[in-house]
T-cell receptor, first 111, second 113 residues
Framework: AQTVTQSQPEMSVQEAETVTLSCTYD???????LFWYKQPPSRQMILVIR??????QNATENRFSVNFQKAAKSFSLKISDSQLGDAAMYFC????????FGKGTRLHILP | DSGVTQTPKHLITATGQRVTLRCSPRSGDLSVYWYQQSLDQGLQFLIQ???????AKGNILERFSAQQFPDLHSELNLSSLELGDSALYFC????????????FGSGTRLTVV
């Protein structure tokens, strides 16, 4: 079965510091896409960053970057210079043909 | 505004009743997806439509059904509602298979009492 595992239900980070959220996935596919979505208290699902499995270069979007290890089936999200507005639930997601979500990591930002 | 419109935003109904949730995809998107998010849980895939046809099915209960109309809007019908059906129901859309990710609506909060 295709699954996405986020082993950290909750994390906290000091404002302006860097935090890394972990994600692993299980697949037999060779071509797929990976995403991190953010869900703030408003409950809106917001796409943070995406990665194509056939690209070795790690994706970066401003303060957000990923560490994609295809052989290890690992896809972690690094948030640099954490801001109060980054507080949210973060979902790792995998798309071989439809998006499958992990259970999420709740990120708290400490002022 | 993401471009995906879901109505209603909130719905309160009694057990045993039937409700219809509506979704209009972002302009140009042919695929529509429905997800269920129970309290503080991840999103569970229910069903996908592409240009009016069912493309994929997840763990959707038999009491639930959906369709996509010629104008590409979609409806999710939930019947014989139970307390456990209380959840946030998201609709999302994409151009094709969603390689660029899905655009989500703001969700419909369903409360069954």
């Amino acid at each position: 079965a295709q699954t996405v595992t986020q082993s950290q239900p909750e994390m906290s980070v000091q404002e302006a510091e860097t935090v890394t959220l972990s994600c692993t996935y299980d697949t037999s596919e060779s071509d797929y896409y990976l995403f991190w979505y953010k869900q703030p208290p408003s409950r809106q699902m917001i796409l943070v960053i995406r990665q194509e499995a056939y690209k070795q270069q790690n994706a970066t979007e401003n303060r957000f970057s990923v560490n994609f290890q295809k052989a290890a089936k690992s896809f972690s999200l690094k948030i640099s210079d954490s801001q109060l507005g980054d507080a949210a639930m973060y979902f790792c997601a995998y798309n071989p043909d439809k998006i499958i979500f992990g259970k999420g990591t709740r990120l708290h930002i400490l002022p | 505004d993401s471009g995906v419109t879901q109505t209603p935003k909130h719905l309160i109904t009694a057990t045993g009743q039937r409700v219809t949730l509506r979704c209009s995809p972002r302009s140009g998107d042919l695929s529509v997806y429905w997800y269920q998010q129970s309290l503080d849980q991840g999103l569970q895939f229910l069903i996908q439509y592409y240009n009016g046809e069912e493309r994929a099915k997840g763990n959707i209960l038999e009491r639930f059904s959906a369709q996509q109309f010629p104008d590409l809007h979609s409806e999710l019908n939930l019947s014989s509602l139970e307390l456990g059906d209380s959840a946030l129901y998201f609709c999302a859309s994409s151009e094709g298979g969603g390689a660029g990710g899905y655009t989500f609506g703001s969700g419909t909060r369903l409360t069954v009492v």
